[in-house]
């Protein structure tokens, strides 16, 4: 199973350090990233694979959510078929 991860923010140091470091302790592999800054806003798209290892879907989203509370950041996970149904035409 995969999931898409977004990422909005004022830009800061280590904001990609810090979503990858909570990818790694729920044990989610990265598989893409992109990112970007516009003018002074950080913005970043993540897809990674959830393993047999990885903690629940819920709850890696909820810590996702709590670490942007914490920065005061935007960040939403989203599984990839809801990502690929809102998507297509």
């Given at each position: 199973m995969?999931?898409?991860?977004?990422?909005?923010?004022?830009?800061m140091?280590?904001i990609?350090?810090?979503?990858?470091?909570?990818?790694?302790a729920s044990k989610?592999?990265i598989?893409?990233v992109?990112?970007s800054i516009?003018q002074?806003?950080?913005?970043?798209?993540?897809?990674?694979?959830?393993t047999?290892?990885?903690?629940?879907?819920?709850?890696?989203?909820?810590?996702?959510?709590?670490?942007?509370?914490?920065?005061?950041?935007?960040?939403?996970?989203?599984h990839?078929d809801?990502?690929?149904s809102?998507h297509?035409i």
């Amino acid at each position: 199973m995969r999931a898409v991860i977004s990422v909005i923010g004022k830009d800061m140091v280590g904001i990609l350090a810090a979503v990858s470091a909570e990818c790694a302790a729920s044990k989610m592999n990265i598989t893409d990233v992109t990112q970007s800054i516009l003018q002074d806003m950080f913005v970043m798209i993540m897809m990674v694979e959830f393993t047999q290892d990885s903690i629940p879907f819920a709850e890696f989203s909820a810590r996702l959510t709590q670490l942007g509370a914490e920065k005061g950041l935007d960040i939403h996970v989203m599984h990839e078929d809801i990502f690929n149904s809102m998507h297509r035409i």
